[in-house]
Nanobody, 124 residues
Framework: QVQLVESGGGLVQAGGSLRLSCAASGRTFSRYVMGWFRQAPGKERDFVATISWSGGRTYYADSVKGRFTISRDNAENTVYLQMNSLKPEDTAVYYC?????????????????WGQGTQVTVSS
């Protein structure tokens, strides 16, 4: 079993920045594909970003490309999501996810473990 604990969410003004963190425990972190998803009120859970085991490959949703950066520190068992130039439409609960097998990383159903979510609210 893998436990994921997220932090870093909060209230920020449009144009501002936040960095989300996801600390993993329970299994070897470096062997997991990691991802970030978000869910706005009344909407489906959407893919945000994913990163490979080594951190060498990353992919982003078009809506965040150029503004968000996913990274990981395997020595610290932590994955990050740096969010810049935030917009009100970025407001959502953000979830960290982990997969213990090879996956493409785009589809939420492919992940095995999820964090509790952290609220990000961007005001106009």
């Amino acid at each position: 079993q893998v436990q994921l604990v997220e932090s870093g969410g909060g209230l920020v003004q449009a144009g501002g920045s936040l960095r989300l963190s996801c600390a993993a425990s329970g299994r070897t972190f470096s062997r997991y594909v990691m991802g970030w998803f978000r869910q706005a009120p009344g909407k489906e859970r959407d893919f945000v970003a994913t990163i490979s085991w080594s951190g060498g490959r990353t992919y982003y949703a078009d809506s965040v490309k150029g503004r968000f950066t996913i990274s990981r520190d395997n020595a610290e068992n932590t994955v990050y999501l740096q969010m810049n130039s935030l917009k009100p439409e970025d407001t959502a609960v953000y979830y960290c996810a982990a997969a213990g097998r090879y996956i493409l990383g785009y589809f939420g159903d492919d992940y095995d473990y999820w964090g509790q979510g952290t609220q990000v609210t961007v005001s106009s």
